[in-house]
């Protein structure tokens, strides 16, 4: 059985988890915390360490993997909320409970100018998309467009395995 059912939530993942799900380093984690990119993520536990979720984690899988393709942080983390659960129902093949994972989605802000730079104040947008073709449709002068199974597969192998029970 999946684990995205069964525990992906209630799981608390430690720093080198992360580092071993996610591909993103403790150091990393403190100094996004630091510069308040990790606003809302986590729990700080009494001892100092910080614990954090399964979609927490795998945000942050999503948000490491569009910043290599120059997407802003903010907005890769913000991308990766949103499509989180396409993204796990994509990599374990849950379809139980009939929700069935978008395809394909585009990301743009209300604000003229580049989607990939984040800035105070600015509302993020997106929609689901039935093809690439459908982004004229959009009125925005520039977003990201995310397709959701190129996504999953790149999330690191050994998150692949957790969230399908392979580990």
Known sequence: MSRITMNMVERK???SD???FASVAPATLRGWRH???LKGFGEEQANGRWLYSGTEVLTMAIGQHLMAAAVDLQYGLWIGWTVSIDVSRTVSGIRDD???PRKLMAFWTTEAGNPKIINEGWQLQWKELD???AFEEINASSCTIVNIPVLASAIPTEFQKYMRGDE
């Open 18 to 20: 992360i580092e071993r």
């Open 131 to 133: 093809n690439v073709a």
């Open 13 to 15: 993942f430690s720093p």
């Open 98 to 100: 009939g929700y069935t």
């Open 35 to 37: 510069r308040g990119i």
